[in-house]
């Protein structure tokens, strides 16, 4: 079965970098885009960014382009999101997640989730 598994969270004050990395296993990862989402207590899960399967194509909501970085290594089956210049406003869950469409930002187009790793940005 398929699973992706977050990793890297934690505090960091604000103006720190984090890099979260998510690890796929039981899908053919080269053929699905990935994608960043998070989600605070209360509110629905957001788009944060996305890469296309052979990583030669990104696209990034408005409130972290030119902070953070999405990239993938296909020969890992790994994609990381590298966060730069954090503000306590990035405090989320985060989520990675998997789709066979060729780049989406829409939650509910994306088939495969993983369970979520935690940062907190403290100001």
């Known amino acids: 079965q398929v699973q992706l598994v977050e990793s890297g969270g934690g505090l960091v004050q604000a103006g720190g970098s984090l890099r979260l990395s998510c690890a796929a296993s039981?899908?053919?990862?080269?053929?699905?885009?990935m994608a960043w989402f998070r989600q605070v207590p209360g509110k629905e899960r957001e788009f944060v960014a996305t890469?296309?399967?052979?990583?030669?194509?990104?696209y990034y909501d408005a409130s972290v382009k030119g902070r953070f970085t999405i990239s993938r290594d296909n020969a890992k089956n790994t994609v990381y999101l590298q966060m730069n210049s954090l503000r306590p406003e990035d405090t989320a869950v985060y989520y990675c997640?998997?789709?066979?469409?060729?780049?989406?930002?829409?939650?509910?187009?994306?088939?495969?989730w993983g369970q979520g790793t935690q940062v907190t940005v403290s100001s």
């Open positions: 039981g899908l053919t990862f080269s053929n699905y885009a």
């Open positions: 997640a998997a789709t066979a469409r060729l780049i989406a930002t829409w939650e509910k187009e994306y088939n495969y």
């Open positions: 890469i296309r399967g052979r990583g030669d194509n990104t």
